[in-house]
């Protein structure tokens, strides 16, 4: 397996239009000739599908949910990132590079971050044109908020629902082109295998989830744009769909799988209320904004919050980061909160929170403000908790959230399998260790919209393709060894259900591969997921039959896989014997208890190449050059 | 907490279906709706038994995926939420609690409690969009756009595609779905071109797919999980007279 | 016409077209009522009123056609009506094939439920009401040409009053529904104005039943005779 990033020469800024001209088109008339399969129907999958149908090519697209507009990014409830520089406050387009890149803590590729930042502005202007209802003021141009911590106002929004409208808006694109006949869609179909022809990705396996029947689909290029695998960890802020089947298969098929270990934990989320929880809500971060963070000085403190005077409560990050405080970034919070948990501090009836307190905040602005600025969320958190959070502080713990692994990909978002592309959350592309707030809408919107559809036609005009139908041998083959699987998982007939292995190994890999690591205990979950593993194989048990909508069968096949890919990301999470970004290594810190990143030796992308389920991955390093900007430590202070 | 849920069980579209009894046990009141079923289908597994199959996805409300109609109410008995965003201290001890799958032609039962609402996805086709070629857009700034009807078109655009608006109107239509995309973009300036060509292709394929008409009972904005407003079937109602008496 | 015709084709059209239909019906009800009203002013005013029916429009046109236009009109309307109502209720039903273990009803009220049997009982009376007063072939006693007596001996019966003025409840709950409805349907609410509307299509439903039921009941209690 070679890497070979194939970034462009010349001065950073020259890159992506210097490229745009090199590479090669496909000829209008010859685009109807090819067939590209997308898999995933969110705002890289949807944005690139339609893209790709209006283009000419020939597209199919697939989806497990019931509908395409099902899919998580619907979730996002911040906003998206652009250098617009509306707000006039200093934005530019090299300054979002280097917020990105600085904040993925410099392990991502500065080529790919600066196009991303480069594209950001046509998102807007793409998305406004298709009815996207932004925010706006009063004068009718779009409004702006700062997020995450930037220090500039580049964040768009619709209200808490950004994610929603986006996906909506390329839903409808996506929408119009099946109406158009450019794409045909697979609804609540799941893809469970890649087919290679002579070294090249040319089709998928897919099961059709209502009647359960297996079928081959084949074509000129494969897109895969199936989101990230936050779901290893049983609880996160996922959908309970999400999974890594796609990028696992076709990792095992000969896609090298870049820095799995680097997953975010998001810090404002509502804490687990007991062992059924299903999953975790996510309370927006802009919640940060007004809320104070804070927990009792005192160790095990049994008093309600309204009865712990002000001398004896903790602002703790008020405290340690004096000029950023409760505002300081995702993994640092996020790392600060566990730590007070962590020494029998915790809040709530399970001591397994911190408070978010907006007692200050409705004093000083007066509860209309506030129920104006965060009411739907207060409603929403009332909801789930029955605790009203304009009467007590809110409880809030850090969960899973994004994952900025994924497929390794090249400048032109190709893997290390020919003719596979990887879009969106999958590949691992821009965010580096850590992900900035209203960043992830912004990379799916640009590999789908504006990058994929250009280097897709590059890899077709070049590539000598040759025919291939749902005959060949190599359907046939993948399709039985599906079969084989199903079969496998069905017959197993033992005790323990899917969920209650997937709890196991959640909480394994949240104790152990989450917030932080160590080496001890990551070698010993190295050890014990084999043996997870081999209970799944020998004690699940799926009802019901295959050929049929089975939901179980459906959940067993993506817990087998995570299965097999918590290995990868505890290896990769060991080889990394650094702290970077959201990636924790208890090893090294600084006194003061901050990440201490290691640029001498793992200023790399970790890409790794599978060697079977029971040997060990072989690393292949793609070293970071960085030309534009100087390597800092990061600070907070 | 211990229930008795008398669920909606049918092998398949073709198959008839009735209801089942089952009891739910340990069940907490900060447990949602769902995690509720959760338990009830871990217990049905290690029997050996089929569980419950009804659809989920994001459980916060916004994906639109889970809806099944509970007692009575799509959605359950509490307004402005979807059916994953229901706890169980809503119900009290040893309540008897009936669960059914949205009914209507138009969605057939897939399984249990788990219908095909592609005929929204199909109403979308026929004219709930915008058509702009990507690239081709002009700067974000260039048309403002009064901040009443941005949010106006927000108001619209909140609409999950969950189909609870159907299931609750007497006459299992999808005007509420159609008007809030009729509204949505009937509101931004971008939307004009196509204004009165989306309106009669939306209402034509709402009618081919065999949704019910709409008789302005209500019962859909109660239902629905976003609270849209059916001032937006007002809306779509003046947009469809106009499209057939102007010229356009 | 064929606009009319492709408007008809749909659902919303067809509701359009009842909604159109249901308002121009309603306005010949107001008419109606303020007509019977006449009856109070005794046996001449009313037969002049009577007459003026059959002689408006003259001399443009002759004796009772103006009339017959308007039946005609009327009819027309009736039928556009319940053919639409039909129609549409048989698309309801088909579209929901199996019905709920437990029914669901949200927000509907008593008016909006029971326009459907309303209407059928509606049509029914109508039918009924011209053969009674109109052409007298269900009176007891009808004089052509004696309004006035043909109503005082009309309501003479009991059961004839009591079940006028039960369908005038009839009535008034499907135009208290259907006023607000129509208006709805053509797109002529807002949510600004969703409040007033009832409101005023409440007190007009009340105000024509008690305007309606006047006649029997003061015929019933002696002071028409």
Known sequence: ?637 | MKLTLHVWRQQNAGAKGGFETYEARDIGPDMSFLEMLDVVNEGLIKEGKEPIAFEHDCREGICGSCGMVINGNPHGPKKAISSCQLHMRTFADGDKIWIEPWRAKAFPVRKDLVVDRSALDRIIQAGGFISVRTGSAPDANAIPIPKENADSAFDAATCIGCGACVAACPNASAMLFTAAKVAHLGALPQGQPERYERVRNMVAQMDAEGFGYCTNHGACQTACPKEISIDFIAQLNRDMMRAFFTSR | MKRILALYRSSVGKKALMAATGLLLFGFIVSHMLGNLKVFQGPEKFSAYAEFLRTVGYPLFARGQLLWLARIGLIVAVIVHVVAAVELTMMARDARPTSYGRPVHLEDTYASRTMRWGGVILAGFVIYHVLHFTFGTVHPNFEPGDPYGNVIAGFQSVIVAISYIVVMGVLGLHLYHGIWSALQTLGITSSELDRPIRTAAGTIAVVIFLGFIAVPVAVWSGVLR
């Open chain 1, 1 to 637: 397996m070679q890497l070979n990033a194939r970034v462009p020469s010349g001065p950073l800024e020259k890159k992506w239009d210097k490229h745009r001209f090199e590479m090669k088109l496909v000829n209008p008339a010859n685009k109807r000739k090819f067939d590209i399969i997308v898999v995933g129907s969110g705002l890289a999958g949807a944005s690139a599908s339609a893209t790709l149908g209006e283009l000419g090519y020939n597209v199919e697209c697939f989806c497990f949910q019931d509908s395409a507009r099902r899919a998580h990014s619907i979730a996002a409830q911040g906003g998206i990132n652009a250098s617009k520089n509306y707000q006039n406050d200093g934005d530019s387009t090299f300054r979002l590079f280097y917020d990105t890149i600085k904040g993925g803590d410099f392990r991502s590729r500065e080529a790919n971050v600066y196009r991303l930042a480069e594209i950001s502005s046509n998102i807007i202007d793409q998305c406004v044109a298709q009815g996207v209802p932004f925010a706006r003021e009063y004068g009718g141009l779009l409004a702006n908020r700062s997020f995450g911590g930037a220090q500039v106002s580049r964040t768009f929004y619709a209200r808490g629902q950004t994610g929603q409208q986006l996906l909506l808006g390329a839903y409808q694109a996506l929408q119009r082109q099946i109406a158009a006949g450019k794409v045909a869609m697979y609804p609540f179909t799941e893809m469970l295998d890649m087919i290679v022809v002579d070294g090249r990705a040319r089709g998928i396996v897919v099961r059709n989830l209502a009647t359960g029947e297996l079928r081959s689909h084949v074509g000129d290029a494969v897109v895969l744009a199936t989101g990230g695998y936050s779901n290893i960890f049983y609880l996160s802020t996922n959908a309970k769909g999400c999974n890594v089947t796609a990028t696992w298969r076709a990792h095992k098929r000969g896609a090298a799988f870049a820095n799995p270990c680097f997953t975010q934990i998001h810090p404002t989320c509502i804490p687990q209320s007991g062992e059924y929880q299903s999953k975790l809500t996510l309370m927006s971060e802009s919640l940060r904004n007004d809320g104070r963070i804070w927990v009792p000085k005192q160790v095990g403190d049994p008093r309600k919050a309204r009865d712990i005077p002000e001398a004896e409560r903790d602002y703790y990050l008020e405290r340690l980061y004096p000029s950023f405080g409760n505002l300081t970034p995702r993994d640092v919070a996020s790392r600060r909160a566990k730590e007070a948990v962590d020494e029998g501090r915790g809040v709530g009836e399970a001591e397994n929170g911190v408070f978010l307190d907006f007692r200050d905040a409705v004093t000083r602005l007066g509860r209309e403000v506030v129920a104006e600025r965060y009411g739907n969320l207060f409603d929403m958190y009332r909801q789930i908790t029955g605790e009203s959070p304009y009467e007590v502080p809110m409880r809030i713990y850090p969960a899973p959230h994004y994952t900025m692994g994924g497929l390794w990909v090249d400048y032109n978002l190709m893997s290390t399998l020919p003719g596979l592309f990887v879009v969106g959350e999958a590949n691992f592309s821009d965010h580096g260790a850590n992900r900035l707030g209203a960043s992830a809408l912004m990379q799916g919107l640009a590999d789908g919209y504006f990058v994929l559809p250009y280097t897709i036609g590059d890899y077709l005009a070049g590539a000598d393709l040759s025919a291939v139908d749902v005959s060949h041998a190599e359907c046939r083959k993948v399709e039985e060894e599906s079969e084989q699987r199903l079969k496998r998982l069905l017959g197993v007939n033992g005790s323990r259900t899917v969920d209650s292995l997937h709890r196991e190994l959640g909480s394994m890999m949240w104790d152990n591969c989450g917030m932080s690591r160590n080496e001890t205990s990551l070698r010993e979950t190295l050890s014990r997921i084999p043996e997870l593993r081999d209970e799944f194989w020998k004690d699940m048990r799926v009802t019901g039959r295959g050929r049929d909508l089975n939901q179980t069968l459906e959940k067993a096949g993506r817990v087998a896989d995570f299965l097999e890919f918590a290995e990868l990301m505890c290896i990769d999470a060991l080889q990394r014997d650094e702290s970077c970004g959201a990636h924790f290594r208890e090893e090294h810190q600084t006194d003061e208890g901050e990440a201490r990143r290691n640029d001498e030796q793992y200023a790399y992308v970790a890409a790794w190449e599978f060697t079977g389920v029971w040997s060990e991955p072989k690393l292949h390093k793609e070293n970071l050059v960085f030309e534009n900007v100087e390597l800092a430590q990061r600070s907070y202070k």
